[in-house]
């Protein structure tokens, strides 16, 4: 499963605030949940709505999307370099200032943005949705946010209005060149233990990343090579495995699907904080929380799904959605040796139907559960290649 990473920095970029219209102690704000991605309703200078991700992983607003430059009848009139987790150069983006934000009655003025010049993320073709950008720092250092994942709503209050979670508990965070920081023990596999500082990464899917311990030779026997996302500049390899426990707190996760970098990130990213790794909604979105940059706290509360097992992809496969209303689904990667593999599918093969369901009535957040809804499940798959349909049978197998 494609995991994305938006850890980076900005040089050059001035913060700026959200705030809630006068009178107003708190609002919510509706959101949707798609494959770890908190979406939600963006209007910029009264036009749209947009859909952006809330990712307390990035800095300056950023617009992926070229396009929306033009929608929004806005010039760009300076230049910043971004950089961050990927195997790529440093880039530029154009930046464009005194914008006026609008999530549902939450208001931004004078805002700046970070327009692209190419969509290096294909968000929409992950998402199999139309997104334009991404809003982190600026929204969360101006409001404490609460996060319901388990009623897709978010309440924004200014700090010190938002009341903390009933049996909840309380984790300090400090806010480092724009980005929120704990501690965690992790336990490795080998048993060995790490006092780790982590990003809290909203806009990670994973449970958690872990960097420089393969060649640190701490690494489990049983893993998956593959890719773990795009960073900001490029694609970001390593490889997926668990971790015997994870403490947040006086909370414990045990076998927790774990992804380890292959990338340097000291290297990569000098002007980042050296942290450990990053916890992503893969573990965040068990619980109900509130995240408060002013008072350098996270507050938990566990939900339902608090205590369910870590389940990685069991077909192998990755694939991204296409066309001019994003409902083709396309293979772009088999794992070798997977169930996918075994059963003869191929990169570019178009997944037609899934047990006769059109996959153009499905959400990729569905197809996702699908393919990771049981060890032995047999799925019927229709596929076109090469201007004929094929028809396989694919049996789900537990890689991890």
Known sequence: MLVLLFA???????????????????????FKMVRNMVIV??????????????DSGVGIIIITDPSLADS???????????????????????????????????RGNN??????????????????MQIHGLIGYDFFNSLAVKFNFFDSTMTVARSGELKELKKGFRIPITIEQGKPYMQARVKLMDQTEINAKLV?????????????????????????????????????????????????????FKNVITSFTLTD????????????????????????LIIDYQNNAMFLKPGKDFKNTFEHDMSGLEYY??????????INRVEPGSAGDLTGLQKDDIILNINFKPVADMSIQEIDDLFKSGPDRSLLLDIYRDKKRYRYILTLKRRL
């Not at 805002?111 to 073709?125: M, R, T, V, Y």
């Not at 990569?268 to 109900?288: E, H, Q, Y």
């Not at 959605?321 to 396309?330: C, E, K, P, T, Y």
């Open 8 to 30: 980076f920095s900005i040089t050059g970029a001035k913060a700026q605030f959200f705030d809630l219209p006068p009178g107003k102690k708190k609002m919510s704000v509706p």
């Open 41 to 54: 309703k963006t209007k910029i200078d009264g036009k749209g709505p947009f859909n952006f991700i809330i």
């Open 72 to 106: 929004i009848g806005r010039q760009s009139h300076r230049t910043i370099k971004l950089s961050g987790l990927g195997e790529g150069e440093d880039f530029d983006a154009m930046v464009s200032s005194n914008l006026k934000f609008d999530i549902d009655g939450i």
């Open 111 to 128: 805002l700046s943005a970070a327009i692209l010049k190419k969509d290096h993320f294909g968000l929409s073709n992950y998402a199999g």
């Open 200 to 252: 809290i990464d909203l806009g990670a899917g994973h449970p958690l990343m872990l960097d420089n311990q393969i060649k640190n030779n701490s690494l489990p026997q049983k893993f998956i090579v593959g890719n773990l996302g795009v960073g900001l500049t490029g694609p970001v390899s390593g490889l997926i495995s668990r971790v015997s426990e994870v403490d947040i707190g006086k909370y414990a």
């Open 265 to 288: 990130t000291a290297s990569t990213n000098a002007r980042s904080v050296a942290r450990d790794g990053n916890l992503g909604l893969g573990i965040l979105k068990r619980f109900t």
């Open 321 to 330: 959605a296409d066309g001019n209303d994003l409902h083709a689904v396309i």
